[in-house]
């Protein structure tokens, strides 16, 4: 698009809602929300956001919303704020109109971003730090916001889940690093969006069996500037923008509805989308970071500030933390969400350190604005909705507590079933509340078994293999002398350190990934598989790989373990045929014979006495899923031991015959059917699947 310099572009009130741009008949509409500004300019840039085309105060003020009406204005030109006021930084006020901002509602973002000096709302040489006064003009290096409309396409009244609470398996995928080494027909999209909908890609995953794609931060984000710094990137996109736009790097041109035309793609093949959000801290950092968008805009109003102003409260670990205590914050992420929902067509989020979004100066609150808002909102209260239930705050660990109907990223699981393979003492109790859904966290605030998250690993750790290779982290290439990453990772190399050659280390990390993922998949509660732990891939022992946008973190699609992808196929699509491993109800011991129950064996086929519940030398366990009358019975042996176990199976007073389903060993000699208290030899380190028909 050739658009010039017009003097005749005609600026007047407008409207006070919506806020961002709004292309409407004869123009566009602007607004911006800022409590504290004394002026907002209004810059009009062309096409490429390189050519400054017009420069214009938004001449309304209604309270906090300044706005105006630009007659004439075409879709497809950038534009930028600049925001005046006073720059007391004591006092948490930091305007300088020598930065151009960019919008918070940007809904889709022009140029490439540059680290310079310019972007900094300070002098970096001066003595005084954040306290001087940068007068750099940084526009020429500063991302624009493009003029888009939404009503492009078309919106979506209701998201459809394409899985029910109790069949879906959610599969946690980076977009880059997920298709950036893949053989597709169209090679161009290569570690974009639009890869997801190559049907290599989705062959794949149909094949695999999820329901749910995660993907990692696809909002718009920038690189940190003590990676650029190190020359490293932020590989893992947890340093957001914008909460309207998708990053530019993953659409194959300009056009941010590319992203929903992947989505529509993705729901035709039947798959859930789900974003994983960060509406807990922005891009710019602590008082020492760049003055980019909302730090320029309102400092005060976006982010909460520590009790000297100057400061920011850090609950987040990444220098700020945004201020859900403010209704326009609470406002701008509800404007978000509905808008991803809406426009873009999402199923759901995942949100990061979710305890902000409840987080009042006084901690944690399960009925703040925020989330009641959700729960109330008639279009996103039918969204699917994950928590990771912790930040650093006071009071920041609240698994369990968030609203019903959310899931929650259950840590407790993860640990527990790591250090169960790994062979501690003592956990076998825990095991069985893990396996059972974590009923003791959930079932007392009347909340249900898919509601707990189950998982081993996500992109924050080592991945499945790393946990059986690596005793320890190995994280020197991200630039900070191993320091980073998980310290306890529950993790055991079985006896080497890293990758061998020695056959018989290797056979024992591949029965424990197998029992492992076996144990994932019978677990009641929602599963999630980190994408690329079914080949088998490693990250090297680096259990902090988020700097790294290289060969560490992308799926290496021509090696694998196709053995290890087969039987994950198998486990999901087992999981997918038994009802019993989904329960949409905890259970428990039951009232007469024909109802539901669970039941706990030790080895001789006896129920669990509570010496055996004791022992912390207990090694193995058997689990029965009893089912209602007409529903076949599972029963489930964890055999951790190093060594084969003989283990009798329960007998039954309603059928004759226990049929084997599916067992984590390769090398296990397993008959098709046991006689009711028969004997079964389980090799080590292995899992195995059983059912009765009633």
Request: charged share 25%; hydrophobic share 35%.
């Amino acid at each position: 698009m050739s658009v010039k310099a017009s003097s005749t572009w005609k600026i007047s009130l407008g409207d006070t809602y919506p806020i961002g741009a709004t292309p409407v008949e004869g123009g566009v509409n602007f607004v911006l929300v800022s409590e504290r500004a004394s002026a907002v300019e209004l810059c009009i840039f062309d096409a490429e956001g390189r050519e400054q085309l017009a420069r214009l105060y938004l001449p309304g003020q209604c309270g906090d919303l300044w706005h105006g009406f630009v007659e004439g204005l075409p879709t497809g030109l950038c534009y930028g704020y600049r925001v005046h006021g006073p720059y007391e930084p004591e006092r948490g006020q930091r305007f300088n109109p020598n930065k151009l901002l960019l919008d918070p509602y940007a809904k889709s973002i022009a140029g490439q971003f540059k680290w310079s000096q310019k972007h900094f709302g300070y002098d970096r040489r001066s003595p005084l730090k954040d306290l001087s006064y940068s007068s750099s003009d940084n526009a020429a290096c500063m991302l624009k916001a493009r003029i888009v409309d939404p009503s492009a396409v078309a919106k979506i009244d209701a998201p459809t889940w394409r899985s029910n609470a109790c069949t879906r398996v959610i599969y946690e995928l980076h977009v880059k690093g997920f298709s950036q080494q893949i053989e597709l027909k169209e090679r161009s999209a290569r570690g974009t969006l639009t890869a997801l909908a190559e049907p290599e890609i989705l062959a794949y995953l149909k094949g695999l069996g999820v329901t749910t794609l995660e993907l990692l931060p696809v909002h718009a984000f920038i690189d940190d500037y003590f990676l650029h710094q190190r020359h490293l990137k932020n590989y893992w996109g947890y340093n957001t923008l914008g909460y309207f736009a998708p990053h530019q790097a993953y659409l194959p041109d300009s056009d941010p509805f590319v992203f929903r035309r992947v989505v529509d793609q993705l729901h035709e093949a039947g798959f859930e989308v789900v974003l994983d959000v960060v509406y807990n801290h922005t891009a710019e950092g602590d008082q020492l970071g760049p003055t980019l968008s909302m730090r320029g805009i309102d400092n005060e109003l976006y982010y909460r500030l520590a009790d000297d102003q100057r400061h920011y409260v850090n609950d987040t670990g990444c220098g700020n933390t945004l201020n859900m205590d403010h209704p326009r914050v609470v406002q701008l992420v509800m404007d978000s969400l509905r808008y991803w929902v809406e426009f873009q067509g999402v199923d759901g989020f995942r949100f990061d350190l979710a305890t902000i979004l409840g987080r009042r100066r006084s901690g944690f609150d399960p009925h703040h604005p925020l989330l009641v808002a959700i729960q109330q909102d008639p279009l996103l209260s039918r969204a699917l909705m994950i928590a990771e239930p912790w930040d650093i705050g006071p009071g920041g660990y609240q698994l369990g507590a968030f609203p019903n109907g959310w899931l929650e990223w259950n840590d407790k699981y993860r640990d527990c079933i790591r250090r169960f393979w790994r062979g501690d003492a003592g956990v076998v109790p825990e095991f069985a509340r893990r396996i059972h859904g974590s009923a003791d966290i959930f079932e007392p605030r009347h909340r249900h078994p898919a509601e707990s998250l189950n998982f081993i690993t996500s992109h924050d750790g080592f991945t499945l293999r790393d946990l059986v290779s690596y005793q320890h982290r190995h994280n020197r290439a991200n630039g900070e002398n191993n320091r980073d990453g998980h310290h306890e990772n529950f993790s055991s190399n079985s006896g080497h350190e890293g990758e061998t050659a020695k056959s018989e280390i290797n056979q024992r990390r591949q029965a424990l990934q197998r029992s492992i993922l076996m144990t994932l998949m019978l677990s009641q509660g929602t599963p999630m598989v980190l994408a690329g732990d079914e080949r088998g891939r490693t990250q090297r022992g680096n259990n902090n790989a988020y700097c790294q946008d290289n060969e560490l973190n992308w799926i290496d699609w021509a090696q694998g373990d196709s053995d290890l992808t087969k039987f994950t196929q198998q486990l999901i699509a087992e999981r997918a045929q038994q009802p019993l491993l989904g329960c949409p109800d905890y259970i428990h011991a039951a009232a007469s014979h024909e109802e539901r129950s669970t039941l706990w064996f030790n080895a001789t086929g006896e129920a669990m006495s509570d010496a055996d519940w004791h022992r912390p030398d207990l090694c193995h366990l058997g689990y029965m899923l009893r089912g209602s009358l007409g529903e076949p019975s599972l029963y489930m042996i964890f055999n951790r031991s190093e060594r084969e176990q003989i283990f009798r199976l329960p007998a039954l007073n309603y059928a004759a015959t226990w049929r084997c389903k599916i067992c984590s060993s390769e090398s296990a000699k397993l008959e098709s059917e046991y006689a009711a208290a028969a004997e079964l030899r389980l090799p080590a380190l292995s899992v195995v699947l059983l059912s009765a028909a009633r």
